[in-house]
């Protein structure tokens, strides 16, 4: 099955899209999929960095196995 998509029109700065396109001819792949793989990075990052402050401030516990607690370094 595949995935759904959604499209959304990107207005980039001419400089950006130039660099951008002489990396994906460099890595052999489309500027659409350097595109998306790079908003899922940035998403996946400020998802993370997110969850580590909840759990920073209490808000979340920890995810971590209990065991981890008690290792001694």
């Not at 099955?1 to 400089?15: A, E, H, I, Q, V």
């Not at 994906?24 to 595109?35: E, M």
């Not at 990052?45 to 001694?72: D, E, H, S, Y």
């Amino acid at each position: 099955m595949k995935t759904p998509r959604s499209t959304y029109p990107l207005k980039l700065p001419n400089s950006i899209k130039t660099a951008a396109a002489e990396v994906v001819k460099l890595d052999g792949v489309s500027l659409n999929q350097f595109i998306a793989a790079a908003v899922a990075g940035k998403v996946g990052t400020l998802q993370t960095a997110n969850a580590f402050l909840r759990q920073r401030t209490g808000i979340a516990k920890p995810t971590f196995p209990v065991w981890l607690t008690r290792v001694q370094s």
